[in-house]
């Protein structure tokens, strides 16, 4: 599966849009952006995934470059509630490989 | 609908004990696969079962073994443990096998002294 890059971490104001990007240059045309998030010391959570169309479900939007090398998941307004670890993974469904997860970018929601 | 469920929730062994983590999917979910986590390592993967047959592997030694039975229950079993098996053990489910769409459970924290 292709790496992933992500910033470490990020702030965002109570109520803003948080934005938290993800850069996948050598994702392959097979395998799909997923997002998760880990909010401490809870199993991660499923948030969206997509190919290369955006998509959007009642948590997210995920905007994915046309070009396919870069992602942007979209807390549209964020709260205290979306502090969390989130993780940007480029995976191929229905092959013999695993959910990788990276190190994650650490989201703080600041009131 | 329920979502995955794991017991117990926290366990405290001793160093050479056995332990045994269980796992309840999401109904109508037949992929189970297990996952370790600590501090210095971060989230790696164990193993996925599917219609109980292990599918995938991780890169752990033989003593952290697993099964699934037909209800689609899994357990992993940790033999001999270590004070470096102290870790949150997730357990997720999905409905097809080697899924990227998994849904976790709230884990099991294992102390090892």
């Known amino acids: 599966d292709a790496k992933t890059t992500q910033p470490t971490s990020m702030d965002c104001a109570e109520g803003r849009a948080a934005n938290l990007p993800c850069n996948h240059s050598?994702?392959?045309?097979?395998?799909?952006v997923y997002w998760y998030r880990q909010i401490h010391s809870q199993g991660p959570q499923y948030i969206i995934h997509?190919?290369?169309n955006n998509e959007t479900n009642e948590m997210a939007s995920l905007i994915i470059t046309e070009d396919r090398k870069s992602s942007t998941l979209i807390l549209p307004h964020a709260t205290l509630r979306d502090t969390a670890v989130y993780y940007c993974?480029?995976?191929?469904?229905?092959?013999?490989?695993?959910?990788?997860f990276g190190s994650g970018t650490q989201l703080t929601v600041l009131p | 609908k329920a979502g995955v469920t794991q017991t117990p929730r926290y366990l405290i062994k001793t160093r050479g004990q056995q332990v045994t983590l269980s796992c309840s999917p999401i109904s109508g979910h037949r992929s189970v696969s297990w996952y370790q986590q600590t501090p210095g390592q971060g989230l790696q993967f164990l193993f996925e079962?599917?219609?109980?047959?292990?599918?995938n592997k991780g890169n752990f030694p033989g003593r952290f073994s697993g099964r699934q039975f037909s209800n689609s229950r899994s357990e992993m079993n940790v033999s001999t443990l270590e004070l470096g098996d102290s870790a949150l053990y997730l357990c997720?489910?999905?409905?097809?096998?080697?899924?990227?769409?998994?849904?976790f459970g709230p884990g099991t924290r294992l102390t090892v002294t």
């Open positions: 997720a489910s999905s409905l097809l096998a080697a899924s990227g769409e998994q849904y």
């Open positions: 079962y599917f219609s109980e047959t292990q599918r």
């Open positions: 993974i480029a995976f191929s469904s229905g092959s013999a490989r695993q959910l990788t």
């Open positions: 997509g190919l290369k």
């Open positions: 050598t994702i392959s045309g097979n395998e799909y």
